[in-house]
């Protein structure tokens, strides 16, 4: 026969932890990409408990190339990750979206090269760089390339999709577009020597943030401020404790065979440069956002100046 005492305390805990779940808040967030090591805050804060402290129960969308600006419009989703470039253009065009937490202070565009084709900038003149897209942030941050070192109409531009590793190693183009934390880091890994340039070295584009409605703002403040606090703190453990996040990490991951662990490593390592700041994590600059919108305007991307208070929302 069972212990009445031990049934009753079993009954105590899942009441309390019932209870405590139905206290938490439905938090929906959208990534326009798969579960990657990139985002191991967000896994490392859902696992270590950070965003339940604050009442929030975080559930997140993917969909590679999902249309975050549309799904927040429409109130499917709460959050967006997203870069911050494509919310300058949306506010652009009247869009009511602001940036709540910047989760890149950095620009993560790279151009890069084989070093036995290119050495210089001045080395691609009349050669062919190869980009994903004809617009979105790859797109852009070619252009901050090309104007920074004068190679605007010296250069070919091939769209290759995300093929830059196999199109760069077959020689089809001369040098290729991809992100600072991930290209570089496989083609390393594989023994190639490359030549780089990192946007964020010649540009204060502003990066990626976490984006929500001015709708969902008036009905969700307090909660979407609760987010960011947790956040903050979820930056904070995985900037002071890469291993750990990286471990709590692979239940949204999965776990990578040993000889794949250490590039998740570097690609975590990389990524935290993007997130390092002077103040809390997640900063709102409006220097930064100011002067990324002069860029679009210079760039045509954009065809009016987007006030300040169209773009960021600081909730702290």
Not at 59 to 79: C, H, N, Q, W
Not at 255 to 268: A, E, I, M, N, T
């Amino acid at each position: 026969m069972k212990h009445p005492f031990k049934i009753v305390c079993v009954w105590i805990l899942l009441t309390t932890l019932e209870s405590l779940h139905a206290q938490e808040q439905l938090v929906k967030l959208a990534i326009g990409y798969i579960p990657h090591v990139q985002f191991a805050p967000l896994y490392a804060g859902i696992e270590k408990g950070l965003y339940r402290e604050e009442g929030i129960r975080l559930e997140i969308e993917y969909g590679f190339g999902m249309d975050i600006f549309s799904l927040l419009a429409a109130g499917k989703v709460d959050i967006g990750l997203s870069d911050s470039d494509q919310l300058i253009i949306a506010g652009s065009k009247g869009m009511e979206l602001r940036a709540i937490f910047q989760y890149y202070q950095k620009y993560p565009v790279t151009i890069l090269a084989k070093a036995n084709r290119i050495k210089t900038p001045e080395d691609f003149v009349g050669k062919t760089i190869g980009t994903p897209e004809l617009y979105g942030t790859s797109w852009i941050g070619l252009q901050l390339f090309l104007e920074y070192f004068r190679l605007q109409n010296r250069v070919q531009i091939e769209r290759i999709g995300y093929t830059q590793i196999p199109t760069l190693l077959s020689d089809k183009v001369d040098g290729v577009v991809c992100f600072f934390n991930n290209e570089p880091i496989q083609l390393k890994e594989r023994g190639i020597s490359i030549v780089q340039w990192d946007v964020k070295d010649f540009s204060s584009m502003v990066g990626a943030s976490f984006i929500t409605s001015t709708s969902i703002l008036t009905k969700k403040r307090e909660i979407l401020s609760a987010f960011v606090r947790a956040t903050e703190r979820a930056v904070q453990f995985t900037m002071e404790n890469q291993k750990d996040a990286f471990r709590l990490s692979e239940p949204y991951i999965g776990k990578p065979d040993v000889s794949r662990q250490g590039f998740f490593q570097k690609v975590l390592a990389e990524t935290c440069h993007l997130f390092m700041v002077e103040g809390p994590y997640g900063s709102l600059k409006p220097a930064v956002y100011r002067e990324s919108v002069e860029t679009l305007l210079r760039l045509g991307l954009i065809d009016k100046p987007v006030p300040l208070e169209k773009l960021i929302q600081p909730l702290r």
